[in-house]
DNA sequence: CGATCCTTTGAGCGAACTCAACTCGGGTGG
DNA sequence: CCACCCGAGTTGAGTTCGCTCAAAGGATCG
């Protein structure tokens, strides 16, 4: 039962809207066309410096935007699931400032921005979702410097398996409260701005102290109440149609 | 010589487009209704939870964006320089997952939603510009991401500065290589994740190193380069008209 | 001219880092 | 088929950057 790359986009705009697409809106996303790729694991989609000509949703898998320093340190800036589309600033901003590269297998599917530019034309509204997915990118990045500016460790790793899981639940992809989390202790410190030793030590007490389970790339969340804590997660910043306060 | 309230929006545009605006967008734009508010330092302009039915643009002063967590701790996400709306992203996102305040006497203009979305409407490169806007904003929360989960603390002030070094200089309001910046050492402390105290020894460092003069609210780049240096600075995430790569 | 806010400095502490070694599982090739 | 390798995870030990607590100087202001 494969789901098809333009299904997830429609999915993923009605998770950030309170009104459902309009059936002709529905319509004109499900008929941009896309050129669908697979991936391997850590491979690059653009690079920072890089002027692409098309923007990438997210299929199947999972990909992060990050930047590597002069001193080569990598800080990765946002994690992205099915139905998002990290790059979508590149229709307005020409220059990249940041890489898009995959964590895992992953399927993509490419739309020019041509195609975009037009449907934004002929759907204001939907220009308007794609405005406002790319704020919520921006209040996503917010609450990351909060991560990583004020919270401890703990609370950091905690935070950011809230934030996955959210996102993967709001499109249907989590599992109860199971859900596939295919990153390295190293990715997840690159995330947090931690290092993969201080990872490991920290998702350990994570462990130990019952709030997750953290395995070969899939994560259970044993007690959802105490891992927010943790994180002092408040989801309000990811401005989900189901979650809290959005009308 | 007071400068008009859209004036300094219209420069701010201005410096993140290739192509000025046109006689007519440029009109559009000064004919904005606007009402004029003069605030003290440390006063709120929105809060956390508000739903805003306006903007706010900066015309003289100082603003930040900021959150606090539930132990009390804030994180302050952006400064906010004459011509900025910090808040532009409310036209699409109803509920405010953070706050706007003054850091200094500040003066602002508010432009209501209504009006924006009717120039978004008639003019709709302006409103491609605004969309730009917010997604320049994005890239340099993403930026900050990168500041404060990899820099050490000198690296960071370094930052900070060159930033607002280069964002007012881009509006006109550098004096050379001096400029105002009435921040306290907390307030530093708050944008950086930093403890004030450790701001204060920073700064004496990166006095002591010949980089910076910075007292009494006022700042003046001794040695840009070796700063940049010290910043690992590219201004390229900032995307003005004049810097780098962007043609 | 006390009150208050900001800055500065000292001293000790602690969270997270680095360096290093060992384990474990999955591939690959001899 | 086993030996080896490599990447990821785990654990130990010592170090360090930045924190907290504390207190003392300015500066500004009613």
């Given at each position: 039962?494969?789901?098809?790359?333009?299904?997830?986009?429609?999915?993923?705009?009605?998770?950030?809207?309170?009104?459902?697409?309009?059936?002709?809106?529905?319509?004109?996303?499900?008929?941009?066309?896309?050129?669908?790729?697979?991936l391997?694991a850590?491979?690059?989609?653009?690079?920072?410096?890089?002027?692409?000509?098309?923007?990438?949703?997210?299929?199947?898998?999972?990909?992060?935007?990050?930047?590597?320093?002069?001193?080569?340190?990598?800080?990765?800036l946002?994690?992205?699931?099915?139905?998002?589309?990290p790059?979508?600033q590149?229709?307005?901003?020409?220059v990249?400032?940041?890489s898009?590269?995959?964590?895992f297998?992953?399927?993509?599917?490419?739309?020019?921005?041509d195609?975009?530019k037009?449907?934004?034309?002929?759907?204001?509204?939907?220009?308007?979702?794609?405005?406002?997915?790319?704020?919520?990118?921006?209040a996503?990045?917010?609450?990351?410097?909060?991560?990583?500016?004020?919270?401890?460790?703990?609370?950091?790793?905690?935070?950011l398996?809230?934030e996955?899981?959210?996102k993967?639940?709001?499109?249907?992809?989590a599992?109860?409260?199971?859900?596939?989390?295919?990153?390295?202790?190293?990715?997840?410190g690159?995330a947090?701005?931690?290092?993969?030793?201080?990872?490991?030590?920290?998702?350990?007490?994570?462990?130990?102290?019952?709030?997750?389970?953290?395995?070969?790339?899939?994560?259970?969340?044993?007690?959802?109440?105490?891992?927010?804590?943790?994180?002092?997660?408040d989801?309000t910043?990811?401005?989900?149609?189901?979650?809290?306060?959005?009308?």
């Open positions: 039962m494969a789901v098809s790359p333009l299904d997830r986009l429609v999915r993923k705009l009605e998770s950030i809207t309170s009104t459902p697409l309009s059936e002709q809106e529905a319509k004109a996303v499900l008929d941009l066309p896309v050129s669908v790729r697979k391997e850590d491979q690059d989609i653009v690079r920072e410096g890089d002027r692409p000509s098309q923007c990438c949703l997210v299929v199947e898998g999972l990909l992060c935007r990050y930047k590597v320093l002069a001193d080569g340190t990598r800080q990765i946002s994690f992205h699931v099915p139905g998002d589309i790059d979508l590149s229709l307005h901003i020409d990249m400032d940041h898009l590269a995959s964590n297998a992953s399927t993509i599917a490419l739309i020019s921005h195609a975009l037009d449907l934004c034309h002929a759907q204001p509204r939907i220009a308007d979702v794609f405005w406002r997915d790319t704020l919520i990118d921006a996503i990045f917010r609450e990351w410097i909060v991560n990583v500016g004020t919270r401890e460790a703990y609370g950091r790793i905690a935070h398996i809230c996955v899981f959210m993967l639940r709001a499109v249907g992809l599992n109860g409260n199971s859900f596939n989390l295919p990153l390295t202790q190293s990715e997840i690159d947090t701005g931690l290092s993969t030793v201080h990872v490991n030590r920290t998702i350990k007490q994570l462990r130990a102290d019952g709030l997750i389970t953290l395995e070969k790339g899939h994560c259970t969340i044993n007690n959802l109440n105490g891992l927010n804590e943790a994180a002092m997660f989801p910043y990811l401005h989900l149609k189901g979650t809290g306060k959005a009308a």
